[in-house]
């Protein structure tokens, strides 16, 4: 099984800060890393596919990099809707995995 | 614009099994390359893929749970259905059906709860 470690867990930004968020997998995944949004109460939301491949409708402040054992989520100039707990997950190969979560607070 | 909609009890008591269904709208379920998901998220914490039906019907299980759980797909109702036996306690969770590899749309959600 594909282990997915995010970090950091939790992260108290002021709005229009620029967050990172890291995921590292246990063996490579090659691009194969997706990204996602959630907030308290509702399904999580697609942000980045195959590690840097903007969903449809999702705002440009998000992007997403990396590849092989390496990701990056990055939020430019953070908003105060994008307070959620991030997740990335691995689609190269079953079980499909998720990463622990990285919450995202504002100050 | 695809849609899903799990629907099932809410409250399954121990020993018993725990059966959900999705609902998809907005597209074939049966339609070349898609995968169906299913994934849970216990109270407060983090996600896990239970499992997957790929349109042709075959199927991967997560090996934590896959003795006892079956996806089956119903293409005449645009459907797919988890059936977990033998729940416990620790099987109380928000379950969510999902669409692709990459999850790119969710039900959402349907808590179950195990109690007697």
């Given at each position: 099984e594909i282990v997915l470690t995010q970090s950091p867990d939790f992260q108290s930004v002021t709005p229009k800060e620029k967050v990172t968020i890291t995921c590292r997998a246990s063996q490579s995944i090659g691009s194969s890393l997706h990204w996602y949004q959630q907030k308290p109460d509702q399904s999580p939301k697609l942000l980045i596919k195959y590690a840097s491949q903007s969903f449809s409708g999702?705002?440009?402040r998000f992007s997403g990099s990396g590849s092989g054992t390496n990701?990056?989520?990055t939020i430019n100039s953070?908003?105060?809707e994008d307070a959620a707990t991030y997740y990335c997950h691995q689609?190269?190969?079953p079980p499909l995995t998720f990463g622990g979560g990285t919450k995202v607070e504002i100050k | 614009q695809v849609q899903l909609q799990e629907s099932g009890p809410g409250l399954v008591k121990p020993s018993q099994t725990l059966s959900l269904t999705c609902t998809v709208s907005g597209g074939s379920i049966n339609s070349g390359g898609s995968y169906w998901s299913w994934i849970r998220q216990h109270p407060g914490?983090?996600?896990e893929w239970l499992g997957y039906i790929y349109y042709s019907g075959s199927t991967y299980y997560n090996p934590s749970l896959k003795s006892r759980l079956t996806i089956s797909l119903d293409t005449s109702k645009n459907q797919?259905?988890?059936?977990l036996t033998s729940v416990t306690a620790?099987?109380?969770?928000?379950?969510?059906c999902a669409r692709a590899k990459?999850?790119?749309?969710?039900?959402?959600?349907?808590?179950?709860?195990?109690?007697s």
């Open positions: 999702v705002p440009s990701f990056t989520l953070l908003e105060a689609s190269s190969s | 914490k983090g996600l797919f259905s988890l059936k620790a099987d109380t969770a928000v379950y969510y990459y999850f790119d749309y969710w039900g959402q959600g349907a808590l179950v709860t195990v109690s």
